[in-house]
């Protein structure tokens, strides 16, 4: 079936750098979304995306969380800076439309060291 | 907000059982209830969901009842095979946006 694909599958990155975390959602879908989750327990909601716009962000969307699609290229997700806390594996989604089944990515396994 | 509560952490069958995973929802104004699926080191695949327009939904050996009432739905897996263990989350759409999802249930399926 559809696909959403992530890049990189894992990044090691230096507390206090940026990282970007990259999202190609499924072709025809409008919905867009970060997850967390760490040690593959809870997922986590971090944001959705609709329209160029973020709808909804929960408190685990710090201040130096931002998220973009530019021109319809990737959906991604940057944190700048990180901290110890953000190593986890982010997962994207995306939908057709907000009530129907998520497509997810296979994850990015960040640590951040 | 809505908060989803997934009351097995983990589950034991032999192959040939059934598996009954149960989640209960705080707001009675959500609608939509899918199941996913997690094997080990991977990505959530969606495997089943129900509407809040019935209260029973039926794809191959899986089965998803919904109480409104009671605010809660469960997940049947019927004839288990051991390809069937995996961790499964059940989620509620909170809203017009946030799939919120409960804590997991580890499924072992034992031959």
């Known amino acids: 079936g559809p696909k959403v694909l992530q890049i990189p599958s894992h990044q090691i990155i230096d507390m206090g750098q940026m990282v970007t975390l990259n999202c190609d959602p499924v072709s025809n879908h409008l919905y867009f979304y970060w997850y967390k989750q760490i040690l593959g327990q809870q997922m986590e909601f971090l944001v959705n995306?609709?329209?160029?716009?973020?709808?909804?962000k929960s408190k685990l969307f710090k201040d130096q969380f931002s998220v973009e699609r530019p021109d319809g290229s990737y959906f991604t997700l940057k944190i700048q800076p990180t901290a110890l806390e953000d190593s986890a594996v982010y997962f994207c989604?995306?939908?057709?439309?907000?009530?129907?089944?998520?497509?997810f990515g296979s994850g990015t396994r960040l640590l951040v060291i | 907000g809505e908060k989803v509560e997934q009351h097995e952490s983990t589950l034991s069958v032999r192959e040939g059982d059934s598996a009954v995973i149960n989640c209960t929802y705080t707001d009675t104004a959500s609608s939509y209830f899918p199941w996913y699926k997690q094997e080990a080191g991977k990505s959530l695949h969606f495997v089943i969901d129900i509407r809040s327009n019935v209260d029973r939904k039926q794809s191959q050996r899986l089965i998803v009842l919904l109480d409104k009432k009671a605010k809660r739905f469960s997940l049947h897996i019927t004839a288990t095979q051991p390809e069937d263990s995996a961790i499964y989350f059940c989620?509620?759409?909170?809203?017009?946006?946030?799939?919120?999802f409960g804590s997991g249930t580890q499924l072992t399926v034992m031959p």
């Open positions: 995306f609709y329209n160029g716009k973020v709808m909804e």
């Open positions: 989620a509620v759409l909170a809203g017009s946006w946030q799939l919120i």
């Open positions: 989604a995306s939908s057709l439309t907000a009530n129907s089944d998520y497509t």
